[in-house]
């Protein structure tokens, strides 16, 4: 039979092609006859007989191994050919054999299985195409159906064996028969039409003939010329198709996706039926069944032979009969013989009715099962395998790729929906003792902070995904999405305390905010008008979706499979994201036009008949963007009308979005259903609310563009107001102590109804509201503004600037909150709790990083610029936090410092110097202020939450500072000064029109002109000589270095940075009834107002005035405190004056924070001249880090050599000399210009009726 099919195919090449598929009948029929050995007592494995569940693992492992391969190996067939695809296939089938020969427990089979489903992928997809692309087309039906067969006997034959041989020795024997499959396949030639896809025509025939029992060097006769040619013409139009990025695009052209549908139907069908559920568990089946005509062993041999028999069957008949009639009468015959076994089944097991009276009876399982296994085998097993593939060559009618690749797209929002309902269902799980935590059983306020640490995440993906999209586009950045996904699920996988729950959490948020601001982006540049809504809802019902599959999931299965089968989704989205484009609008927005044409004709399934149409669209959204570029984003944007309502609408349905409570409600269902007294139980509770979610998700897609967003938003938002309240009241009444247990459904059903009608609108409109409410012009701005909430005005890039200023006053206040867990018992440091010595060294090694910080980053900001020197320096606060979480040693802590302190001194070079070069001269004053004041809220940020959380949880929160600045400041240019430095002319213009406030293009008015062209002429006359000894030795020079020098000694050696840094220290030996922490919060505090007024009075008093009062005032209550320091060492009864410390050091941080912290960096900069400033700088801010090292690391001795009052009576003193200092040389530097000369210089003050410096800078 087998010969008369393959006419033209020889023996040994049908043996050969066909040995996978009788391989894959073996892997088949394992389970069979082998669970039951397992399951026995006389259990091979030395762990003893397996359970349920594992038997359930077992069976399904190889299904799950398959998952993904089939794309995987479809990618290799097409890019490697079908030939070495196939030979791929052996490899995992080899080793899955071989691991199973020598299995010394149940791991060992999950192993094996899995290996053997990754063959088993290549098997249903690669083999099939392999065989119809070589077979003649008169008998591809047979051919195909041979891999049926083959199978089929391999599944009989499993059965013999398992019967008779050990089945390790089976095992063996089999993978000796899979080394010989990949041997022998090595001889066999490529198909030809793969071939011709390539263009190797040569091989291609030489293949053609070899398949049709020709030498190479024969003539083909004229009917297989015919043939050839045919599958030539064929093979071209795949190759056209068939490159790695076109074959998704080959799959959603038009007429494609409606097949590709039916296929999928078609192809999955068999799975659905049962068939394999049949096969897998024959044996027991037969043993549930009672057969009592035919062992167990003998009805599974007959089970197995007719599948053979009907194999044949349909290989010799198919392509006579038709795939159709085949298909139809197997299903329709199938579906009677499992409705009689079943009903027999049913009769048996729950029914009082005795059988056994009835001798025939008997035979019905048996008939019933041996005649469903035949007509099953005839068509709906082998059929689908070459009929699906055939439909997809049918030309249909296509519908839209928007719908497709919304679809793919979507995957990672279905992944990100698990990531949000992950904690919900596990909860109970975490805090019970069963929890495989380290650090124990989780707390109340663990949960809480896993669950709202995901947020934050979202505030850092939000803002850096939105510049990666901005710079690369949109699908780089959902290749990126990727990363912190994953490694969310690889963190809650290997996890093994709370605080790796913790960087989960964040990482999920990360890509929870970033798929928040490009899916629905992504989704409205590719989609139509008319399906905008439809396809935009997809992001939602993607969440809900996922968040439905962790309810399901975390209640069925446990902590540690939950991830491993999660990750098909990130998989499935990896893999289609290489066959998408990028959205027409984000290339033509970065000038690649070609590619944005084939973007759109792809997004629009563009058949020759639309051309014109998708050209006419192309063009015109070419000259809209092209227009939008024209004029860059200013402050002006947002302060038209239709900006500002957009954008107050925006944060609004944002905050309806959050503050509606269905985020809260969805991350912690399980535990209000406990407390709520509901009878159902709390996870299956959790899954109806998910499947509801879903459905109201699934409805507000097919309404939104019927009935319009207003309407379902105004439903959403009364009904889900209704039904919360109604919930409200049952809660309340149940806390209450009122007997309410016949109201027991009103939780389930008020909640339900709450999250359906939510889904509606509150949940799913939001997002695409906001993208359609914008103006174009600030549309991408918005999507990340309205994100992180940020108030833009024209002090908007100080604040930006300034955020690692706030993270350096975090790190510098770190030490004070945290000295006394470091010294006690419970310090976590392998070396122990710290001493007196090691607090010091903690402390100074801040400074030692400083010195060389200030050097290192002033090169750099020479060399490449400010604005580079600025980027890199968040990276060593980056380190230093990491270095604090991991921390196991008091080194680690000295390392971490030093990192710190490299930071700190960039910051004090660079910011005020960026700062100062920015700015226009009667704001410079205040804005140079801002880096203190931030400085100050850093110092009272930590106090405050150092005060309040963990020493592990700290650096987790404050590492988002660094972070968000990275991103933050690659929005802003270099400053003008920088650019001019370095001959960029162009540039610098475009550089101080932003920093005015102008746009990239508009006109700017005749005082900027003047400015910059003021500008320019000075530094191009200077040109940037190389700075000599001799500069520093003019008079102007000498006197502004000496001036700056006496200002950072006099920032150091009044004490504030000792004082700040050993704050809680000095109010635990102060008595004070205040706790330390507490009273360090009120310093800060006092510290961050004492900043602030200084930037509102820096122009208006001067720099003189403040810091004459500043050094007074400082150094008064210096005194006031030493003093009584000394006098409570004489008295130990001053209780009643226990007050004295908290207010004078309050106030001595006062007067120093609107004058001796915060001014000397502003007029160190104003004082400097011109040509020395960077160096000059430099200098100063080396020599304010040294002096930080001196103070900080003397202080603890010199408290025990002199006594705390010793030291606040030297810090008075030094004040005081400040002071002096001030009034008799420190000049006024209000108003002075930049760009002055040496010989301007030398007249310090300006004139009291110059009103402008540049006027002034013009007369000279």
């Known amino acids: 039979i087998l010969l008369s099919i393959f006419s033209y195919v020889s023996r040994e090449n049908i043996f050969i092609v066909n040995l996978t598929a009788f391989i894959f009948g073996i892997v088949i029929g394992f389970t069979g006859p082998n669970l039951e050995l397992f399951k026995s007592d006389n259990s091979p494995l030395p762990s003893g007989k397996i359970t349920i569940e594992e038997e359930s693992w077992i069976s399904s492992l190889a299904a799950f191994g398959a998952i993904g391969f089939t794309l995987f190996y479809g990618f290799i067939s097409e890019k490697c050919g079908r030939k070495i695809a196939i030979l791929l296939i052996g490899i995992p089938q080899t080793t899955s054999w071989i691991i199973m020969a020598f299995a010394s427990s149940v791991n060992h089979i999950y192993i094996s299985r899995l290996l053997s489903g990754v063959a088993g992928a290549g098997w249903f997809f690669v083999v099939p195409v392999y065989i119809a692309e070589i077979a003649d087309k008169t008998i591809r039906g047979g051919l195909c159906a041979s891999f049926s067969v083959i199978c089929n006997t391999g599944i009989f034959l499993e059965f013999i064996l398992a019967e008779y041989m050990d089945f390790r020795d089976a095992a063996i024997l089999i993978g000796i028969v899979s080394l010989v499959f990949v041997i022998g396949f090595t001889f066999m030639p490529e198909s030809p039409q793969y071939l011709i896809s390539r263009k190797r025509y040569d091989e291609a025939e030489i293949s053609f003939k070899f398949f049709r029992g020709l030498q190479a060097n024969e003539q083909l006769p004229q009917h297989l010329q015919e043939d050839f040619d045919s599958i030539k013409e064929i093979g071209k139009d795949d190759g056209e198709e068939k490159q790695i990025r076109d074959l998704f695009k080959h799959i959603v052209k038009p007429g494609v996706m409606k097949t590709v549908f039916l296929a999928c139907v078609v192809c999955n069908f068999p799975l659905l039926s049962g068939c394999f559920v049949l096969i897998t568990y024959n044996q027991g089946i037969f043993k549930a069944a009672d057969v009592g005509v035919l062992s167990v062993f003998w009805s599974s041999l007959a089970f197995a032979f007719i599948q053979i028999v009907a194999s044949v069957f349909t290989a010799k008949f198919v392509d006579r009969v038709g795939r159709r009639k085949i298909l139809i009468s197997s299903s329709l015959s199938s579906a009677f013989c499992l409705a009689v076994f079943a009903t027999y089944m049913y009769i048996k097991t729950e029914t009082n009715v005795d059988l056994t009276s009835l001798s025939w009876v008997k035979w019905i399982p048996v008939i019933s099962l041996l005649v469903e296994v035949f007509v099953s085998s005839i068509g709906i097993i082998p059929v689908p395998n070459f009929y699906g593939p055939e439909i997809l060559d049918q030309k249909r009618t296509s519908r839209r790729n928007q719908y497709i690749c919304a679809f793919f797209v979507n995957t990672i929002a279905v992944s990100h929906g698990c990531v949000v309902g992950w904690l919900s269902p596990f909860i109970p799980y975490l805090q019970s003792s069963q929890s495989h935590l380290t650090t124990g059983p989780v707390t109340s306020?663990?949960?809480?902070?896993?669950?709202?640490?995901?947020?934050?995440?979202?505030?850092?993906?939000?803002?850096?995904?939105?510049?990666?999209?901005?710079?690369?586009?949109?699908?780089?950045?959902?290749?990126?999405?990727?990363?912190?996904?994953?490694?969310?699920?690889?963190?809650?996988?290997?996890?093994?305390?709370v605080s790796h729950l913790y960087i989960a959490r964040i990482l999920g948020g990360i890509t929870g905010g970033g798929s928040m601001r490009i899916l629905p982006l992504y989704i409205t540049e590719i989609s139509e008008n008319k399906i905008r809504g439809t396809l935009g809802s997809f992001y939602v019902l993607s969440l809900s979706l996922g968040t439905f599959l962790m309810f399901v999931m975390g209640t069925y299965f446990n902590f540690f499979i939950v991830p491993l089968i999660i990750l098909i989704f990130p998989s499935i989205f990896f893999i289609s994201l290489f066959f998408l484009h990028d959205t027409p609008t984000s290339l033509i927005s970065r000038k690649k036009f070609d590619e944005a044409f084939i973007a759109l004709k792809f997004y629009r399934t563009c058949g020759k008949e639309k051309q014109e149409n998708v050209h006419e669209e192309f063009e015109l959204l070419r000259k809209a963007l092209q227009k939008e570029d024209d004029k860059k984003w200013t402050v002006e944007d947002f302060a038209s009308k239709s900006a500002q309502k957009s954008f107050l609408l925006g944060l609004f349905l944002i905050f309806l979005n959050q503050f509606s409570g269905t985020f809260a409600i969805m991350t912690y269902t399980a535990e209000i259903f406990r407390a709520s007294g509901s009878s159902l139980k709390p996870n299956e509770s959790s899954m109806i609310i998910g499947f509801i979610q879903l459905v109201g998700v699934y409805v507000s897609t097919i309404c939104v563009d019927r009935f319009g967003?207003?309407?379902?938003?105004?439903?959403?938002?009364?009904?889900?107001?209704?039904?919360?309240?109604?919930?409200?009241?049952?809660?309340?009444?149940?806390?209450?102590?009122?007997?309410?247990s016949n109201l027991s459904w009103i939780p389930i059903l008020s909640l339900s109804l709450v999250i359906f009608l939510a889904s509606l609108g509150v949940i799913s409109l939001p997002f695409i509201m906001i993208t359609e409410l914008m103006p174009s012009n600030v549309k991408r701005f918005i999507h990340v503004t309205i994100a992180i909430a940020i108030f833009l005005s024209r002090s908007f890039i100080f604040m930006v600037v300034n955020i690692i200023t706030l993270s350096h006053g975090c790190i510098v206040g770190w030490l004070s909150p945290f000295i006394p867990y470091l010294r006690s018992s419970e310090s976590h440091l392998t070396s122990g709790s710290v001493n007196s010595n090691d607090i010091s060294w903690i402390g100074s090694s801040l400074s030692i990083g400083g010195l060389v910080g200030t050097i290192v980053f002033g090169r750099i900001a020479q060399k490449f610029g400010t604005k580079k020197a600025l980027i890199l320096l968040a990276f060593p606060h980056i380190i230093f936090w990491l270095l604090v979480f991991f921390s196991t040693n008091v080194y680690h802590l000295y390392l971490a410092r030093g990192f710190a302190g490299l930071s700190g001194g960039g910051i004090i070079r660079n910011i005020s110097l960026y700062v100062t070069e920015i700015s226009e001269n009667k704001i410079r004053g205040k804005l140079g202020s801002?880096?203190?004041?931030?400085?100050?809220?850093?110092?009272?940020?930590?106090?405050?939450?150092?005060?309040?959380?963990?020493?592990?949880?700290?650096?987790?929160?404050?590492?988002?500072?660094?972070?968000?600045?990275?991103?933050?400041?690659?929005?802003?240019?270099?400053?003008?000064?920088?650019?001019?430095?370095?001959?960029?002319?162009?540039?610098?213009?475009?550089?101080?029109?932003?920093?005015?406030?102008?746009?990239?293009?508009?006109?700017?008015?005749?005082s900027v002109v003047e400015e910059f062209n003021l500008l320019k002429t000075t530094l191009e006359k200077k040109d940037y000589e190389k700075v000599e000894l001799d500069d520093f030795m003019t008079k102007p020079a000498k006197k502004a270095l000496v001036i700056a020098m006496f200002l950072m000694f006099l920032n150091q050696?009044?004490?504030?940075?000792?004082?700040?840094?050993?704050?809680?220290?000095?109010?635990?030996?102060?008595?004070?009834d205040i706790s330390a922490?507490?009273?360090?919060?009120v310093v800060a505090v006092l510290q961050l107002i004492g900043v602030y007024l200084s930037t509102i009075f820096v122009e208006r008093c001067g720099r003189k005035i403040l810091m004459t009062i500043s050094c007074t005032g400082a150094s008064l209550f210096l005194l006031i405190l030493g003093t009584y320091f000394y006098i409570k060492t004489s008295f130990?009864?001053?209780?009643?004056?226990?007050?004295?410390?908290?207010?004078?050091?309050?106030?001595?941080?006062?007067?120093?924070?609107?004058?001796?912290?915060?001014?000397?960096?502003?007029?160190?900069?104003?004082?400097?001249p011109n040509k020395v400033r960077k160096a000059a700088c430099t200098i100063c801010m080396s020599a304010i880090t040294v002096l930080a090292f001196i103070v900080l690391k003397i202080y603890p001795p010199s408290v025990k050599l002199i006594g705390i009052y010793g030291c606040m009576w030297f810090f008075s003193a030094i004040c005081l000399l400040g002071a002096i200092v001030t009034i008799i040389f420190i000049p006024e530097t209000k108003g002075i210009s930049l760009i002055t000369s040496d010989e301007e210089s030398q007249k310090m003050l300006p004139k009291p009726k110059e009103k402008n410096a540049v006027v002034k800078a013009q007369q000279l």
């Not at 640490?453 to 699908?475: A, D, H, N, Q, S």
């Not at 050696?1053 to 008595?1071: C, E, L, N, Q, R």
Request: overall charge neutral; hydrophobic content about 50%.
């Open 445 to 497: 306020n663990d949960v809480s902070w896993i669950g709202s640490l995901m947020p934050l995440g979202g505030f850092i993906g939000t803002t850096v995904f939105g510049t990666i999209t901005e710079r690369l586009g949109k699908r780089i950045s959902l290749f990126m999405l990727l990363v912190p996904h994953l490694s969310f699920w690889c963190l809650i996988y290997f996890s093994t305390n």
């Open 709 to 740: 967003r207003k309407i379902l938003m105004s439903i959403s938002c009364f009904g889900t107001s209704i039904f919360l309240f109604i919930l409200g009241s049952y809660s309340y009444l149940n806390a209450s102590g009122f007997d309410i």
């Open 930 to 1006: 801002y880096m203190v004041l931030w400085f100050s809220a850093g110092i009272l940020l930590i106090f405050v939450i150092g005060t309040h959380l963990s020493f592990f949880v700290v650096p987790l929160v404050l590492v988002l500072l660094p972070i968000s600045y990275f991103f933050g400041i690659l929005y802003f240019p270099d400053t003008p000064t920088s650019l001019i430095t370095f001959k960029k002319s162009e540039e610098a213009w475009n550089s101080l029109l932003f920093f005015r406030t102008y746009g990239k293009h508009s006109t700017a008015t005749a």
């Open 1053 to 1072: 050696f009044s004490g504030t940075f000792a004082v700040m840094t050993y704050t809680a220290d000095i109010f635990k030996h102060s008595g004070s």
């Open 1077 to 1081: 922490n507490n009273s360090s919060t």
């Open 1132 to 1168: 130990d009864e001053m209780n009643q004056y226990s007050w004295i410390p908290v207010v004078s050091l309050s106030l001595y941080i006062f007067h120093a924070s609107f004058g001796i912290i915060s001014l000397p960096f502003v007029i160190t900069t104003e004082l400097l």
